[in-house]
Each structure stands twice: as structure tokens, then as C-alpha cells.
């Protein structure tokens, strides 16, 4: 099964672990982190969770991330179809950076989109081609 986890989801971790949301979507991204190292999902990378992840002011993070890039079994490059399908993401009240992640998802036949952004997963019934949880709801989804 293929996964794309946006740069909210790669983040959730350095986030503040006090709230129970914030640690529950943790654990949950960690377990599928495991899944993708044992090669039960498979990750898809992108050139924009490359340009989000180089904005990030914290080194630390930003390498951390940037691990998970050798896992990934397809990075997906900007190119025509992407920015055209994020166009139209937009149109349907996604922002730019959040329809260009979903529209490599899109495009890289990924089944789902995971992502800790509740702006994207109120959007998320305005979509059919791909499924977006988190990763809590993903969890209980597939793994239960």
C-alpha cells in the first residue's frame, strides 16, 4: 500500500508531547514509520516535502526528516500534470502547498494521504481520488 505523509506528519513528533492528540498522533505515525521499514507500506516522496522540509529552521528536524527520503520508492518530481491537478485542488479550498503535496499523492497512485493538519482533513469528504487521514485514523482504519 502505497503512503504519502505530508511535512505535518514527519513534524508530529518534534511537536509538543504534553497534549494526549498531539502524543496519540505520535504514536500512531511512529507505528506506520515501523510498517514502512518492514516494507508492510510503501512511502512515497516529493520534490515539495523536500522544499518544506530545507524551509525548516530546526537542523536537527529538518535531518531527521530527511532520513526517510532513502525509504521512499518513488519521489515525485514537479511536472505539468502535478501542477495543473494542484490547481485544482485549489479551486476547491485546499492552500498551495497543501494541494501541490496532495496532488503528488495523486499522481503517484499513493492510496492515502496522511497528514495532522485538520484544515486538509476537513476537506478531505471534497476528494475521491485518494483517501486523507491521520494517523490515528489510519491506524484504526487498516491495522485494527
Known sequence: MRLYLDNCCFNRPFDDQSQIKIRLETEAKLKIQE???SGTFQLIWSYI????NNRNP?????LRIKKWKRYAIEDVEENPVVI??????NKKGFHKIDSLHIAC???SKSEYF???????????RLL???K???PIGFIKEILS
Open 58 to 62: 530546526y537542523q536537527e528536524r529538518k
Open 35 to 37: 510498517e514502512i521499514i
Open 84 to 89: 495543473e491537478t494542484a490547481k485544482i485542488l
Open 49 to 52: 516535502l523536500d522544499y518544506e
Open 132 to 134: 486523507i487521514n491521520d
Open 114 to 124: 496522511l497528514t495532522t493538519d485538520d484544515q486538509i482533513l476537513k476537506r478531505a
Open 105 to 107: 499523492a495523486i499522481i
Open 128 to 130: 475521491n481520488d485518494i
